[in-house]
């Protein structure tokens, strides 16, 4: 078993800071809007030496996601930034005709995603946005784990030609992934090999399923464990080798059960080899105020959690 | 373009129009017929468009160096899909396939099935200025001094979405955008003063930041000088207000909202066609 450690923590939104600052330097054609949001989203350093290249739009998200549809008729490569809430439910209509449906080249990059935004509340909390956006034709979905897979997303987005929902967030979580990697838009990563039980994490999950791999390690357990950074497209050949070897699975989001990474492993699980899926997310309700770690625990999105999912998995094997 | 043969194209284009909704007994000949005049003016004179080494026009998608134009309320689809074929974007005879299966020329004008001409899709009301925007933005980027045009409807102008643009585009100094409303005073369910009084949305636009510009929509002269004094350059966009009536140039269709998503059948047909005669060297399609 791999065993990984970390030395530093930091927020996976100042991993997308550092991308499109280096992508302000690297390609003329990348454009930066936000709607009032530019600290939260780490612009600053981009705005200082790229000002031409940063939109304000002011708290009007819906313009901005159509003015960034509007950037692409003319070769740039907008960057639209806010919270996953106003991201994708408050502008679902523009992102589906004028990005979607028109094919543009347009990078939705949404931060403060999920519970783990902590005190501000449910309003702010979204856990629906993958499913939203897994949902639109043409629409590539990547939620990344850490600062360093988050900056080398950013930077793989740029060269992908199409509508791309980049999904990051506010706390601060280890980091734990090369600084060097090349990500690989629809590639999972393989985090550890085992044979008793798969376990398919994304985002802030991921670190949570290494933890939850060392304590299978301690009763003898050996979870195979695969970061799907891509939502969509999904990994499907990774996952079915995975569940081949090993007969049954967890899959673990920071996200509503219905129409998350669990529901798409689900269909591909369904449709080519029927197995054992447990699934750890949000079971049909809103957040609330509390700090990251304590919402984590309440609604059960924790190493602990995977750990006790992957038992039953296992039990469930015929 | 000779002012004439303006108006010769928009009898051509007015006859596709009732003729296209016709065929398929759906679609909206009421704002199509109204705006009409304009997107002749704009295609045929206004517009300075790329065109090949024998004139015939051309399109990519960036649209660097040349005019835009930007439909947003897209249910005007059949004048929009006539005047780009007419214009040379795709073949005249490819508007008999509109609103079928497996058509270029859907319901509401899309860049999925890649008909020439078309820039994003449009339907959904209230998105096309900020599209407008953006690419208006993004030839101020690349130091490109072309024009970017957008059309809307009045009723469209209840969408909140419209208002966000409306302030983005003074805000970045958007001179290179004309935005233009057709005020036919007619939406779905009735008059725009009944359904949802817009008030008086060139004190709304002015106050917004932009040069506000009175246009008579159905007087083609007036739309081609208007539209090219608006093209002078500024630091703040314009938005012109069109007045115009909705299904001009057929008789029992104007001034009424019963006719804007509504076909006629084949007698009515008949007696709009006999309101737009053919002048020499016109044809149908």
């Known amino acids: 078993m791999k065993k990984y450690e970390y030395t530093e923590k930091k927020d996976t939104r100042s991993g997308f800071g550092a991308g499109i600052y280096e992508l302000g330097k690297t390609n003329p054609n990348v454009v930066a809007l936000t709607a009032d949001l530019a600290g939260s989203l780490k612009l600053e350093n981009f705005i200082k030496d790229f000002p031409d290249r940063y939109v304000q739009c002011g708290i009007s998200e819906a313009n901005m996601i159509g003015v960034s549809a509007g950037l692409t008729i003319g070769g740039k490569i907008p960057f639209a930034t806010t919270f996953a809430n106003f991201a994708t439910g408050r502008v679902y209509d523009q992102i589906r005709q004028s990005v979607c449906y028109s094919n543009k080249n347009v990078k939705i990059c949404a931060s403060h995603a999920g519970l783990t935004l902590g005190e501000d509340g449910a309003t702010h909390q979204i856990l629906e946005d993958l499913g939203m956006m897994k949902m639109l034709p043409n629409m590539t979905v990547i939620n990344p784990c850490d600062f360093n897979q988050t900056k080398a997303a950013t930077l793989a987005i740029a060269e992908h030609n199409g509508p791309v929902y980049l999904r990051f967030g506010r706390p601060v979580i280890p980091i734990f992934t090369p600084a060097d990697q090349k990500f690989e838009i629809g590639k999972a990563w393989h985090v550890n090999e085992g044979t008793a039980v798969s376990i398919f994490a994304t985002g802030h999950l991921v670190w949570e399923a290494i933890k939850a791999g060392e304590m299978l390690a301690e009763e003898g357990i050996e979870a195979d464990i695969i970061n799907i950074h891509t939502i969509k497209p999904l990994d499907e050949e990774a996952i079915l080798a995975s569940v081949r070897k090993t007969g049954c699975a967890v899959s673990a989001e920071e996200h509503m059960l219905n129409g998350g990474l669990g529901d798409s492993v689900a269909q591909v699980l369904a449709r080519n080899l029927p197995s054992p899926l447990e699934m750890i997310g949000v079971h049909d309700t809103f957040g609330e105020s509390g700090t990251p770690d304590q919402l984590m625990q309440k609604y059960g999105l924790t190493a602990a959690n995977i750990v006790a999912a992957a038992k039953k998995a296992m039990k469930r094997k015929v | ?285």
């Open chain 2, 1 to 285: 373009m000779e002012l004439q043969q303006l108006e010769n194209t928009a009898i051509a284009v007015r006859r596709d129009i009732v003729r296209m909704v016709n065929a398929v007994n759906s679609g909206h000949p009421g704002g199509s017929l109204g705006c009409t005049d304009l997107l002749v003016a704009l295609y045929f004179d206004v517009m300075h468009l790329k065109t090949d080494a024998d004139g015939n026009v051309v399109f990519d998608m960036d649209g660097q160096g040349e005019d835009l134009f930007f439909l947003s309320n897209g249910h005007i689809s059949p004048v929009f899909y006539s005047v780009l074929a007419r214009r040379g974007y795709f073949p005249v005879s490819e508007l008999a396939t509109f609103r079928k299966l497996d058509s270029r020329l859907q319901g509401h004008p899309t860049t999925a099935e890649h008909l020439p001409g078309v820039r994003v899709a449009s339907g959904s009301l209230g998105q096309g200025m900020s599209v407008a925007c953006g690419a208006a933005f993004a030839k101020k980027l690349n130091g490109d001094d072309t024009h970017v045009y957008v059309l809307m409807g009045d009723g469209e102008q209840q969408e909140g979405q419209v208002w966000e643009a409306a302030m983005f585009a003074p805000h970045h100094k958007l001179g290179n955008l004309t935005a233009i409303i057709d005020l036919n005073g007619q939406q779905i369910d009735g008059p725009t003063k009944l359904v949802m009084n817009n008030r008086d949305l060139g004190a709304k636009y002015e106050a917004f930041g932009w040069n506000v510009e009175h246009m008579e929509g159905n007087n083609m002269a007036e739309v081609v000088s208007k539209l090219k004094e608006a093209r002078k350059d500024a630091e703040v966009p314009t938005m012109i207000l069109m007045h115009t009536e909705m299904g001009f140039g057929v008789d029992y269709m104007m001034g009424s909202h019963k006719w804007h998503g509504v076909a006629p059948n084949a007698e009515q047909l008949a007696v709009a066609l006999n309101q737009l005669p053919l002048t020499a060297g016109m044809a149908d399609y």
